[in-house]
């Protein structure tokens, strides 16, 4: 418990900003790659949802333009 007490009487307001400074600087560009990757899979998931669509239209779509008659 004295360690911890210790090691928070070290800290001062200048300690406290430069950390605050270098954690902001080097998470700035994380928000950024974040939404271009998820860009990315977005674009790639509805790429996958449209051949499976055109599968579905070949495999389960034959019948569909038959005429019924009853």
Request: glycine residues 6%.
């Amino acid at each position: 418990m004295q360690e911890i007490i210790q090691f928070l009487n070290e800290f001062n307001i200048q300690n406290i900003l430069s950390m605050g400074l270098i954690m902001w600087y080097f998470t700035n560009d994380i928000k950024k790659e974040l939404k271009t990757s998820i860009d990315s899979l977005d674009k790639d998931v509805r790429q996958m949802n449209t051949r499976a669509s055109r599968l579905e239209g070949t495999v389960y779509g034959k019948g569909v333009y038959e005429k019924i008659d009853e």
